[in-house]
């Protein structure tokens, strides 16, 4: 691990103050999403792929699918600690009208994909895992998908896919916020027992505290000498909105961006 504990909490606190920063300038943004996701990117980008500044165009490096779109906001600031984008880079990249020219080179640099319309993530994500299989290549892959995501058919077409072709080399985390647009999933249409239905269609399944370093890096140490031919799911339990209490599990603030007076608040409120 390259940071310790202390200093990941911290950087939770500092990416989430920056993601305010960027898109309170902005004017819009999904707060509550990027927020239940911030541990998560950071376990992922930060401590466990093969991921960093210097290798971003290499082929072997490890791809990252966004599946979940709505949360790619929460890169930005990740990227800019990271140094693969400057403060001024992003301040032309986010802004109506700016300079795409480095997002039209990369995409967006440092994963491969993020959707627009939720559900098509895991499938490509399957595809690169069953690409890197097919040409012998030792990278993996890693996908974040959203747990409302789940209702897409296409994503259980997707596991099927990767634990019938056994993709070892394919990790999802799901964050399970319990929480879509408009109501809690299982209300809407329940997804549990969520764990049991992956491992159904042949996945490792490992359970945890989607804020917890602890859990989330101990649920993926070891993860590139696994002995197992299965696909692995991390179901991250999360709260959307974490940080904030005031917007935390609350319906209808999928898309909420505060704005003057309540952006003033959502810096004071703030914890780290």
């Known amino acids: 691990m390259g940071q310790s504990y202390g200093e990941l909490y911290q950087k939770?606190?500092?990416?989430?103050?920056?993601?305010?920063?960027?898109?309170?300038?902005?004017?819009?943004g999904h707060l509550t999403t990027a927020f239940s996701e911030t541990e998560i990117l950071i376990s992922l980008l930060s401590e466990t792929m093969d991921f960093h500044a210097g290798n971003v165009k290499d082929k072997n490096r490890d791809r990252l699918v966004l599946s979940k779109g709505h949360g790619a906001g929460m890169l930005f600031p990740i990227f800019e600690d990271l140094g693969i984008l400057s403060k001024e880079e992003i301040e032309e990249l986010i802004k109506p009208g700016g300079d795409f020219t480095k997002t039209r080179e990369l995409f967006y640099p440092g994963f491969e994909f993020y959707g627009g319309s939720l559900g098509i993530g895991l499938g490509m994500a399957a595809g690169l895992a069953m690409g890197a299989k097919l040409n012998r290549e030792n990278w993996m892959t890693f996908c974040l998908l959203g747990d409302a995501e789940c209702y897409?058919?296409?994503?259980?077409?997707?596991?099927?896919?990767?634990?019938?072709?056994?993709?070892?080399?394919?990790?999802?985390?799901?964050?399970?916020?319990?929480?879509?647009?408009?109501?809690?999933?299982?209300?809407?249409?329940?997804?549990?027992?969520?764990?049991?239905?992956?491992?159904?269609?042949?996945?490792?399944?490992?359970?945890?505290?989607?804020?917890?370093?602890?859990?989330?890096?101990?649920?993926?140490?070891?993860?590139?000498?696994?002995?197992t031919s299965k696909p692995l799911c991390v179901i991250a339990d999360t709260v959307k909105g974490k940080g904030l209490d005031y917007l935390s599990n609350q319906p209808l603030m999928h898309g909420f961006m505060p704005k003057g007076e309540e952006a003033r608040a959502a810096y004071e409120n703030l914890k780290g």
């Open 12 to 28: 939770s606190y500092e990416m989430r103050k920056r993601f305010l920063e960027i898109f309170t300038g902005l004017g819009y």
């Open 152 to 227: 897409e058919g296409a994503i259980w077409e997707a596991m099927l896919f990767a634990g019938h072709n056994r993709l070892n080399n394919l990790v999802v985390v799901v964050d399970r916020n319990y929480l879509g647009c408009s109501d809690f999933t299982e209300n809407m249409c329940e997804l549990e027992p969520f764990e049991e239905k992956w491992k159904s269609c042949n996945w490792d399944t490992r359970a945890v505290d989607g804020h917890s370093y602890e859990e989330l890096l101990g649920a993926l140490e070891g993860i590139r000498s696994r002995r």
